[in-house]
Nanobody, 124 residues
Framework: QVQLAESGGGLVQPGGSLRLSCAAS????????IGWFRQAPGKEREFVAS????????YYADSVKGRFTISRDNAKNTLYLQMNSLKPEDTAVYYC?????????????????WGQGTQVTVSS
């Protein structure tokens, strides 16, 4: 069974950092491109970052560029999202998603598999 499981969310003060992980099971991430999306209460799901299958190409939403870093460890079958300088507007449920394509994408409809999400709350 193909599954993606996020972890690492929590409560953090503005300016703080968190690292989210996304572990894949039931399949290998080697030939999948992966993305992170988020959804805040009352808002639509939005793109955060994506990375191609080899990790050589990454895309970021303008709102997180320079603060967030997406990476992958294919040997561990795990994806990461390092989030620094967090702001209250980063508060959302964060989802990882996988697509059976070698190229990264910022469009949620291009992704085939989704995790259940992990809550990130940025508040003092």
């Amino acid at each position: 069974q193909v599954q993606l499981a996020e972890s690492g969310g929590g409560l953090v003060q503005p300016g703080g950092s968190l690292r989210l992980s996304c572990a894949a099971s039931g399949f290998t991430l080697d030939y999948y491109s992966i993305g992170w999306f988020r959804q805040a209460p009352g808002k639509e799901r939005e793109f955060v970052a994506s990375i191609n299958w080899r990790g050589g190409t990454t895309y970021y939403a303008d709102s997180v560029k320079g603060r967030f870093t997406i990476s992958r460890d294919n040997a561990k079958n795990t994806l990461y999202l390092q989030m620094n300088s967090l702001k209250p507007e980063d508060t959302a449920v964060y989802y990882c998603a996988g697509r059976t394509d070698l190229s990264a994408s910022s469009y949620s409809h291009n992704y085939d598999y989704w995790g259940q999400g992990t809550q990130v709350t940025v508040s003092s």
